[in-house]
């Protein structure tokens, strides 16, 4: 099968459902003729036209309100959001406005549209451009989230969320947009709520989401050669959630680690851990270990940037101890 990047798989994706949809479209900043910073949309101008790939001046909260009520009346955008830290400046729009009106409407309207953004850091953007802030709209209940974990997870989740009839948010890691993988040229779309056990194992369980994923799944390898088997399992979307998918791992090794790159105070790996200990208690051997970014702004500097994550070798380092039946002290 070829292989293509992350971002290859996006742009193939939109382009596929802008031609089977055509109230679809894209809007934001750069979108046209720059591509994008990442160069994801590049090409799609020269194919749709200024009339469905959208630029627009620098103003989320203008753009984001004018998606909104497209998508009110009958269209299917796709807001195109620079760097997920802007998330902020669009909060009304999306959590006050788009995540409400089927509720409010008692059904009458839909806002069926996506928000393409990114996250993640080290790629020395400083603190304002590498956040990772997706736990903040996972608890607005309406919105739907998606976070994938390569190219062939990228493609058939946006797909997917362009076709959903609630709004969607889609988190890219920065990173990984160069990163490569199978990915079949034919039709295929991923549903939402639906776990991919990445990895079997018997040991322990490490629940990873976006380029975490990546991460357990290294961790897994160093575990594998001092003889510890590790289950890797990415939930692809975190609402809707997969706890069955977890659960049956979990009560099947009796130990889990959950690593996410958001903050870990508040964040996703809290939320996982407490649903995990709330129905899986009795099946637990030690106690759900949470591992998120470190509760400080991102840093500039190189050296402190690299350690404010998850890696592989410090998942391993608390994989073993939860395999000894050490204590944590969090």
Known sequence: ????????????????????????????????????PF???????????????????IGEPGFMGLAVGAAMTGTRPIVDLMFGDFIFLIMDQLCNQAAKTHYMS?????????????????????????QSLHALVAHIPGLKVAMPSSAYEAKGLLKTAIRDNNPVVIFEDKLMYQDKAEVPEEEYLIPFGIANVKR?????????????????????????AEGISAEVID??????????????????????????EGHQSFGVTSEIAARIMEQSFYHLDGPVIRMGAMDVPIPFSPALEDITVPTP????????????GEMFHG
């Open 1 to 36: 099968m070829r292989e293509i990047t992350l971002s290859q798989a996006v742009n193939e994706a939109l382009a596929e459902e802008m031609r089977r949809d055509p109230t679809t479209f894209i809007i934001g900043e750069d979108v046209a003729e720059a591509g994008t």
């Open 39 to 57: 160069k994801i949309l590049s090409g799609l101008v020269e194919e749709f036209g200024t009339g469905r790939v959208v630029d627009t001046p």
């Open 106 to 130: 008692g059904g009458k309207l839909t806002a069926p549209l996506v928000l393409r953004t990114n996250l993640g850091a080290t790629r020395r953007s400083g603190a304002q451009h590498s």
């Open 200 to 224: 079997v194992g018997f040991d322990i369980t490490l629940v990873g989401t976006s380029s975490m994923v990546q991460v357990a799944e290294k961790a897994a390898e160093i575990l594998a």
């Open 235 to 260: 939930p692809r979307t975190i609402v809707p959630l997969d706890m069955d998918t977890i659960n049956e791992s979990v009560r099947k090794t009796s130990r889990c680690i959950v690593i996410d």
């Open 313 to 324: 070798e410090g998942v391993a380092a608390n994989a073993r101890k939860l395999m000894a």
